[in-house]
Structures are given as C-alpha cells and as structure tokens.
C-alpha cells in the first residue's frame, strides 16, 4: 500500500516553455502532498506544500508564478514549471502521508532544460 | 529550528560487514523519523519508521534505533552486500503542527559496498 505516482520520469524541453509534473497516490486519499527539488549530489529541498482544494504553501525563496502547484483532488497534485530556463533543470520529487503517518515518494522527475 | 545532521557523509565498506549509520538532530519535540534509501536518479524508498515511542525497528537485515533524549537515530545494516549500495537519508518529522507536517531532511550518507 501507500503508493505515488510521478509522471514523467524524464523530461526535455525547451527554454520558455512550460512542463507539468504530476504526482498521483495510487491507493490512498493524500489531502497534503510536497514537491521537493534535488540538486546533484544534494539532499532534499521542500519547495512546496500542496493542499488538496486550497493554495498551495511556498517555502521562502520558492517563486509561486514560475512553480504552479494545483491539487484540485484527494489522489492527485501537479507542479508546473512555467517559461522554463536551463538554471530549473533540476531532479523533482513529490511525496504523501501515507498510512501510519510516514511519507511515501514518487520516482522523481529529471527536468532537463535546454 | 530543526537541524538534521548525518554521519558520515560517505562510506565504503567491502561486502559482509555490518555497519551504522548515524543521524542526529537538535530538536527532541518530533512525531517520528523515517529512514530512506535513495538510488542515483531515483525517488525515495522508505526502510523504515520509527513512531517517537518507540525505540527500534527492523526489518530484515536493517535495524532503526531512536534515542530522543539525546537526539539520534542509528540505521544498522547487517551482512552488507553491494546491492545496499545507494544513498540513505534521515528525516525527521516535528511533533507539532497536525499531520500535515513537512519533513526535514538530513544530508545523506553515501554507502558503496564494494564486492
């Protein structure tokens, strides 16, 4: 149990144009769900938390604009990153409570800008 | 404010030894603390889950210790194999502030094991 789903894995685009990410818990209800971002050979760093049916919560320094968060369903959040450069190549990474209060992650998203 | 330290920031160790993994952090208020495991270029896979009343968990050649009066956690990795081979990170989830609380994460220990 307690599964999340990110699609895509791996995305490139191209500078300008804007990429979804989406993050789906396959087999529980997530009312919260985080979006992280990963520099290389980095830990973890919250971007945002996302609520289901309400704005979502920017970490300071987290430009709200440029990363659309929309969690307009209990399963279901997507991150957007819009007019995209090369500095938001990034590795993207979303989690959920999952049963008995941990964090269950998705598989990440390699965002490659060019 | 919550500080997750881990140590030691790499390790490499040949196949078959047991090894230990140390996390601390600052804040002794936490709800609980998980143990993940990271691939390169991968999510997170959760090992283990330590609610803030207990004091351990295992499971199979992994064992998770808590000490919350001194602010450690310890993840034991017995009979290693290079398969462990990844990076393992602490995170910490702070006692208040509902369920819905962001977890912070400790920098990471990466582990090679060599064959």
């Known amino acids: 149990g307690a599964v999340v789903s990110q699609h895509p894995s791996r995305v490139i685009c191209k500078s300008g144009t804007s990429v979804k990410i989406e993050c789906r818990s396959l087999d529980f209800q997530a009312t919260t769900m985080f979006w992280y971002r990963q520099f290389p050979k980095q830990s973890l760093m919250l971007m945002a938390t996302s609520n289901e049916g309400s704005k979502a919560t920017y970490e300071q320094g987290v430009e709200k604009d440029k990363f659309l968060i929309n969690h307009a369903s209990l399963t279901l959040s997507t991150l957007t990153v819009t007019s995209a450069h090369p500095e938001d190549s990034s590795f993207y990474i979303c989690s959920a409570a999952g049963n008995t209060y941990g964090y269950t992650f998705g598989s990440g998203t390699r965002l490659t800008v060019v | 404010k919550q500080e997750v330290t881990q140590i030691p920031a790499a390790l490499s160790v040949p196949e078959g030894e047991n090894l230990v993994l140390n996390c601390s952090f600052t804040?002794?208020?936490?709800?609980?603390l998980q143990w993940f495991r990271q691939d390169p270029g991968k999510g997170l896979t959760s090992l283990l889950l330590i609610q803030s009343s207990q004091r351990e968990q295992t499971s199979g050649r992994l064992n998770a210790s808590l000490d919350k009066s001194s602010g450690r956690s310890t993840l034991y990795i017995a009979a290693s194999q290079p398969g462990d081979s990844a990076t393992y990170l602490c995170?910490?989830?702070?006692?208040?502030?509902?369920?819905?609380?962001?977890?912070?994460f400790g920098t990471g220990t990466l582990l090679a094991v060599q064959p």
């Open positions: 804040d002794s208020a936490i709800y609980n």
């Open positions: 995170a910490v989830r702070p006692g208040y502030g509902g369920a819905t609380n962001k977890l912070i």
